[in-house]
């Protein structure tokens, strides 16, 4: 049962309680009590007994007929004193029982009435009221019967709208997946509605806004991809020019050979931004990645922080294998082994273990990051406005790329205060298969 139906229902009975608590007062107060009336329709035998055999006889035979009455009938027949009566109903309704009206008294089964207002039936008659008691009133039949009159209303209300929300719900559902497919990086996922679905204006205007952003990445990806590759030339030509230029300068002019050597590595420092773009580049559009089997350990093994900084691993047996690209995960490492190398003052650690995930947690003991700036860094170019940042060198690439890689692998990065001082990098990746003991 769908969200959407179940409010609905919700919806419909507590409106149709409203509406039938409504209409009750309503006709109650225009028409008086329904139950009274279903009560007094019930007792109508009774009444008319009353009124059409006993009344009519005359005043001498008036209470002979009544006993007869009380011979043959079910139903109780009683005089009462007009005080006890008035005090046995509510203060509402003495003014009817005084005017000579037929009073119901629907829980109790019984009616009262004056014998009559003039004391014509006997001598003090003007005094009494007949209490019959025991009549055939039985309002829990009206009941039911209403009862099955709003289940029977809610069934033909609640089928017509459980068939229109399921439909409604599968094709929500059909659109929440093609958002999920999209935000994965499937830029060609698209709503599929049919012109008659309620929800085909709200798809016709998520496919729009899907092909626009789609153009927007697809221009932003061949701009880069373009640029990158257009760069790479006058790079290629700058190298040559340079290597030319120490090739022929035969001289000891020191000065010169400190200008190459400087303009040698800003040339490696465009080469290596070029080459993080096309990474980058390659990441943001790499969600059908090549996947395949592969053993963790040996991985994480292979992987050491550049620099002359402690580093030590600590990798628990029985890692198992990931499905997914080894190069990838492996360059997702580097860049975080990279990154705490750049700020570490003398100390790096590595740490994997698996319980019902994968968790790679990689920590130093530099300034650490501060907490408002823990989910910027992994925007590309985002660089901290320190000074120690600054000295570090980098574009803010790396870490972007470590996040993509690993969050293709369904997995994310986490940052917080670490042990050591610095900062503590928490790599998630659910899916990771335990080795057989045949392994």
Request: proline content about 5%.
């Amino acid at each position: 049962m769908n969200r959407i139906f179940r409010r609905f229902a919700v919806l419909v009975l507590l409106a149709m309680t409203l509406a039938s608590g409504v209409i009750y007062f309503t006709f109650r107060l225009l028409s008086g009590d329904p139950l009274e009336q279903i009560a007094r329709s019930q007792s109508a035998g009774q009444i008319f007994l009353l009124e059409q055999y006993i009344d009519q006889a005359p005043a001498d035979e008036w209470l002979a007929r009544l006993n007869k009455v009380r011979e043959v009938s079910d139903v109780a027949l009683e005089l009462l004193p007009l005080q006890s009566a008035l005090s046995a109903l509510p203060s509402g309704r003495h003014d009817a029982l005084l005017r000579g009206e037929v009073v119901m008294d629907v829980a109790g089964k019984a009616y009262y009435r004056r014998v009559d207002t003039s004391g014509a039936r006997y001598i003090g008659s003007d005094d009494d009221v007949i209490h019959a008691q025991h009549l055939p009133i039985n309002i829990g039949d009206a009941l039911r019967m209403e009862a099955i009159r709003f289940a029977v209303i809610a069934l033909f209300l609640l089928v017509p709208i459980g068939w229109w929300s399921r439909a409604h719900w599968r094709d929500l559902q059909a659109l929440s997946q093609v958002a999920d497919d999209f935000g994965r990086g499937n830029l060609a996922a698209r709503a599929a509605a049919t012109a008659s679905a309620s929800i085909a204006p709200l798809a016709g205007r998520i496919n729009d806004m899907a092909e626009r952003i789609a153009a927007l990445l697809e221009a932003r990806k061949h701009l880069l991809h373009s640029v990158s590759h257009e760069l790479r030339t006058p790079i290629a030509r700058l190298e040559f020019g340079l290597e030319l230029l120490r090739d022929r300068h035969t001289g000891n002019d020191e000065a010169l050979l400190k200008r190459l050597d400087a303009m040698e590595i800003d040339v490696g420092e465009l080469k290596a931004l070029v080459d993080e773009l096309l990474s980058l580049t390659q990441l943001d559009h790499a969600h059908a990645m090549p996947r395949q089997p592969f053993a963790l350990a040996p991985l994480l093994q292979s992987c050491t922080p550049p620099g002359s900084q402690h580093f030590s691993a600590s990798i628990a047996p029985g890692l198992g294998e990931l499905h997914g690209d080894p190069r990838l995960l492996a360059r997702a490492i580097h860049n975080l082994l990279g990154n705490a190398a750049k700020y570490a003052q003398s100390r790096i650690t590595l740490t994997a273990v698996r319980d019902e995930q994968l968790r790679i947690v990689i920590e130093d003991d530099g300034p650490g990051i501060p907490p408002e700036a823990r989910t910027r860094v992994f925007e590309p170019f985002y660089r901290l406005a320190r000074e120690a940042d600054h000295a570090a060198g980098g574009y803010g690439l790396g870490l972007s790329i470590a996040a993509r890689a690993i969050a293709l692998h369904g997995g994310e990065i986490v940052i917080d205060e670490s042990p050591l001082g610095g900062a503590r990098f928490t790599a998630s990746i659910a899916g990771c298969r335990q080795r057989s003991a045949r392994d």
